[in-house]
């Protein structure tokens, strides 16, 4: 498990995912930041960008309502952790270079590994498209 999953700053972030996910135009508008900033922390991310690109596609298809097969836990799950990734002051500041992104990092990591079956289950799906 991610250190950062204990913080209070992730504490925050998944009381709020509920929210987003009750509200598909600030899930877009949500999953859109993610995106903006993982593109400018690719190397960071590299362990986990596949994962972290279906998992943007599929919240945007979610939220679309065009896909709903996925348990409501792994959906907090994943809004909780990007939210956290865009807090500006999470468990390390992400302005001490190189530190905080490592944080955000393995909390995506860890979330993105607890919910690899919905994931592949949701590539399966968008592959039949």
Do not use: C
């Amino acid at each position: 498990s991610s250190q950062a999953q204990h913080s209070p700053a992730y504490s925050r972030a998944r009381s709020k995912a509920a929210t987003y996910l009750h509200d598909s135009s600030e899930l877009q508008r949500l999953t859109r930041r993610a995106s903006a900033k993982a593109k400018t922390q690719k190397d960071p991310l590299a362990a986990v960008w596949q994962s972290l690109m279906s998992a943007f596609r599929l919240l945007k298809a979610y939220a679309n309502g065009d896909y709903r097969a996925i348990p409501w836990e792994s959906l907090l799950l994943i809004v909780a952790s990007l939210l956290y990734f865009l807090m500006p002051l999470d468990l390390v500041a992400d302005f001490i270079p190189g530190l905080g992104l490592l944080d955000d990092a393995a909390l995506l990591g860890w979330t993105l590994n607890s919910v690899k079956t919905d994931i592949d289950n949701f590539e399966h799906w968008e592959q039949q498209q």
